[in-house]
């Protein structure tokens, strides 16, 4: 309940009624509707009545009489109060002052002589005591009326007051100036108290003038008597009579046209006074087509407040008229709410001025012609469908781009964006700006600001808001996720976007980026509106999803980079932790920290109210497996590229004699040449090998450290894949080169162990020391395997010999185990040759090599007795003297 009106300022603060009066005050009302009452002087005012503020309020007075208060009546304050006065009379109305009255001319009369004038007395009224009443405008701060409530001032009324007449015309005169204009009206009565002798003489000039008068008044009448007869007075009776009857037809006709105009005032001042109520109809027609629906509503509302209860039949005529003009506004409004596109603004104000046409409509014959159920929830349904139509015109829109054939792809611009892009711009635009929109109307009739006579549908507008987040993701899958599956996203939404050709998809993919920020964007939008958490999960389901989908599409960037760093290959070996290692692997982590610095800043990273991706045992950590485990494998299948590769003009070396007994002494050129020249096949077999085991060991461990200071879980399985995988490569490729060198190799023992028609039976020189040239050739040729496998990786060294040693042994086990008699001496040679070979490379040999070896010692026949043992040590000694830095390298345990 608002305060009570209060009056405190009046202007003026008297007059006559109709006086214009501002009064001003507080709480003096609202609005237009709610000032219901204004009293002045006990005079009802309202219908003159002008709110202009609620501090201000204009009208016209009453006819009221005397002083009384200011009674302002709202609907919000009631019955106000008054702290100012307004003082209402009725004034003389002269014949020079204009009156909106009729005015009775009664004669004034002349107190000296009791005589009729020929003029008004306020015309030529003097001052009775003879005095000026200049000097005296001043008047006295009391209202004369209330100090002589039953008198007046004026000479030719009865209840003439001296007081008030001294105290209205000579305020500011001296006493002895009273005092002498009380002598001069003494004077001037006492001069009509003389009797005929004075008056006569004091009116001598006069009397003869009325003698004169007479005389000639008496000279007519005798002429008259000639003229007309002895009864001139019948005459004159007659003429009286008819002047009578003149008059009084004229009185009559002066009547008639004052009823006339009296009446016709009364019509004019009906039409002026309500002249609101019948421009009604135009004005609600001109406002409604100019949009000022608000004003539309306040003033039927106060025509029904006015004249919704009147009996008259104009009144009612012209409320009819208004009450049909305004069921054609109503219908006219709800074809406005239901039109799109327009802003929540705008269907708001309509809603408005439909609901509360409305309700001044219901109950009403005219109201119930047109009902509309529940306009706010009409908007919401129109703005909702209107939605999805933007949404499905724009899909096909942007898909009939895609459709249309391209003659000119292949010049196509990289720099311009696809049509997929441009559609996710578009829809990710559509959807922050008419979501939210469609949001906010929803509230506003769920809180009661829009809200009609019916419930509200919570459960419908739910269902609305969700239907069209789901149409917004299954668009946007549609045109981003082309590796998703776009059967199901067929079957289920009964669309589907053009399959372009493959360029097309490989000139989209770099810009899924863009997209996914496209839709990160309108999901910020669509958080700040305080949308329901199963509405939100709709879209976070879908930036999951495309944020996944980013990540893979650039580790598949990265694994084609990754299948194309042979061509870096230098072939320098730059890793000092593992020599023989190059920078390949070191080429790959830089590849890989640009990729995963890529995927932190554009996928990786959640926003607000977006999900980790890799949470254990979620589709993100078994993505970044399987991308992990892709990129490495085609990094191991880069260094097998490498390691097989040869150039046309090159044939691999085998670093074997070519002339049986005289050792290879090639020593291997540097790995890197000057200017960067190619090395050899054997190196660059080495060196891959070096690189998979260097792989194998520590770098793809080091690698899931790269990731676990990502902030990634330590992708065990694909590192553990890929060190099995590059596993499995280094095998191949240790027994591709072994086999390389081991098979030439093993090929010259026999036939230079048979060289010269060599035979094992036949006596032979021993006391030299020397070995056979099989022995000796074999030990040489180790020495350049050695010395090859040693400046490229000596961590090669043991793998690689030891398979060599294991074939050798074997060889000159099945070779001994031939030979069906030895000499004498030729057993002490074989056992020699075979014991130097055994002894030499005892660091390299495996259990199965040591096996050979004594097998090969066993197969000389006869044993050998303690003779020819001791003969055979002492040979042994000499011979290891002799090739003791040929034979120094092998004795290195851990080179």
């Not at 009453?62 to 002083?67: L, M, R």
């Not at 196509?412 to 469609?438: G, K, T």
């Not at 001791?870 to 830095?885: F, G, P, Q, S, T």
Request: glycine fraction near 6%.
């Amino acid at each position: 309940m608002a305060p009570q009106p209060v009056v405190t300022g009046l202007s003026p603060k008297e007059g006559p009624p109709g006086t214009r009066v501002i009064i001003r005050g507080e709480f003096l009302g609202t609005r237009v509707q709610d000032l219901i009452g204004l009293k002045i002087c006990g005079s009802d005012c309202l219908l003159s009545a002008e709110w202009k503020s609620p501090n201000k309020i204009i009208a016209r007075t009453g006819p009221a009489k005397g002083k009384g208060d200011i009674i302002v009546t709202t609907i919000s304050g009631g019955m106000g109060t008054s702290t100012v006065q307004f003082r209402a009379y009725h004034e003389t109305i002269g014949p020079l002052k204009e009156s909106a009255v009729w005015i009775e001319e009664s004669p004034s009369q002349n107190f000296a002589w009791g005589r009729r004038t020929l003029t008004q007395s306020g015309l030529t009224q003097e001052d009775p005591l003879g005095l000026s009443i200049e000097g005296n405008e001043q008047k006295i701060p009391e209202d004369l009326r209330d100090l002589f409530p039953d008198a007046c001032g004026d000479l030719s009324q009865e209840n003439f007051s001296p007081a008030w007449f001294l105290l209205e015309n000579h305020l500011a005169t001296s006493f002895e100036d009273l005092k002498a204009g009380l002598a001069y009206l003494k004077r001037k009565v006492e001069s009509q108290k003389e009797g005929q002798l004075s008056f006569l003489k004091s009116n001598a000039g006069s009397v003869i003038d009325q003698l004169d008068t007479l005389m000639n008044i008496r000279d007519k009448l005798q002429e008259d008597v000639k003229l007309h007869g002895s009864e001139p007075l019948n005459i004159l009776e007659q003429s009286i009579e008819n002047s009578i009857s003149e008059s009084q037809k004229i009185f009559t006709d002066v009547l008639v046209r004052k009823e006339k105009a009296d009446s016709t005032r009364s019509v004019l001042f009906a039409l002026s006074r309500h002249k609101f109520l019948f421009c009604l109809p135009n004005t609600v027609d001109r406002r409604a087509k100019a949009g000022e629906y608000d004003i539309v509503v306040n003033d039927y509302s106060r025509a029904k407040n006015l004249f919704g209860k009147t009996e008259l039949a104009i009144f009612r005529q012209v409320l009819e008229e208004v009450d049909q003009r305004i069921l054609l506004i109503r219908r006219q409004l709800h074809e406005k709410v239901v039109k799109m596109p327009q802003s929540v603004e705008q269907q708001k104000k309509l809603i408005k001025a439909l609901t509360s046409l409305e309700l001044q409509q219901s109950g009403t014959t005219i109201g119930d012609r047109l009902r509309n159920t529940d306009p706010a929830w009409d908007a919401i349904e129109a703005r909702a469908k209107y939605l999805e139509a933007t949404f499905r015109q724009t899909f096909e829109q942007h898909a009939n781009k895609d459709a249309a054939p391209q003659e000119k792809s292949k010049s196509r611009d990289p720099s311009q964006a696809p049509s997929r892009v441009n559609f996710c711009e578009e829809l990710c635009d559509i959807a922050a700006s008419q979501l939210p929109d469609l949001w906010r109307l929803g509230q506003l009739y769920f809180t009661g600001e829009l809200r009609g006579p019916h419930d509200p549908k919570p459960g419908d507008f739910k269902r609305m808001v969700l239907t069209a987040i789901e149409k917004f993701c299954v668009y946007l899958r549609l045109a981003i996720l082309i590796a998703a599956d776009q059967r199901a996203l067929r079957q289920s939404s009964g669309l589907s976007w053009p399959i372009g050709s493959s360029s097309a998809t490989h000139h989209f993919l770099p810009w899924i980026p863009q997209c996914l920020r496209y839709t990160r964007i309108a999901y910020a939008t669509l958080i700040g509106l305080d949308l329901p958490s199963d509405a939100l999960d709709i879209i976070q389901k879908l930036i999951d999803e495309v944020r996944l989908f980013c990540f893979s599409i650039i580790f598949k960037r990265a694994t084609d980079r990754c299948k194309k760093l042979g061509a870096q290959e230098t072939w320098e070996m730059t890793v000092e932790d593992y020599p023989g290692a190059t920078q390949l692997p070191a080429a790959l982590e830089t590849l890989l920290v640009e990729t995963l610095d890529e995927v932190q800043s554009v996928c990786m990273q959640p926003e607000v109210r977006e999900g980790n991706l890799l949470e254990p045992h979620s589709d993100g950590q078994r993505e970044v497996t399987q991308r992990l485990q892709e990129l490495l494998s085609a990094f191991s299948a880069v260094i097998a590229e490498l390691a097989y590769s040869t150039h046309d003009d090159e044939t691999p070396t085998h670093n074997v004699s070519q002339l049986l007994g005289f050792p290879n002494a090639q020593q291997p050129e540097s790995v890197s040449g000057v200017g960067g020249a190619a090395v050899n096949w054997e190196q660059r077999m080495l060196c891959c090998l070096a690189n998979y085991a260097y792989c194998n060991k520590s770098f793809f461990p080091h690698i899931g450290g790269v990731f676990v200071r990502y902030g990634y879980p330590l992708p065990t399985l694909a590192i553990e894949t890929a060190r099995y995988n590059a596993n499995q490569l280094f095998t191949n490729l240790l027994e591709e080169y072994v086999e390389h060198k081991g098979d030439p190799l093993v090929g010259t023992i026999e036939p230079s162990m048979y060289l010269g028609r060599f035979q094992w039976d036949h006596e032979m020189e021993i006391g030299l020391g020397q070995l056979r040239p099989y022995a000796h050739e074999c030990c040489d040729n180790l020495v350049g395997v050695y010395s090859e496998i040693y400046s490229i990786s000596p961590s090669l060294l043991r793998p690689i010999l030891e398979s060599i040693v294991q074939t050798i042994s074997e060889e000159l086990a099945r070779l001994m185990s031939c030979v069906q008699r030895f000499s004498y001496t030729g057993a002490i040679q074989a056992h020699v040759d075979i014991r130097l070979l055994r002894d030499a490379l005892e660091n390299y040999a495996n259990e199965t090599a040591k096996n050979y070896f004594m097998e090969a010692l066993e197969a000389i026949t006869p044993p050998l007795n303690s003779e020819q043992k001791r003969k055979a040590d002492e040979i042994l000694e000499r011979v290891k003297r002799n090739m003791r830095l040929q034979l120094l390298c092998f004795a290195v345990k851990e080179p």
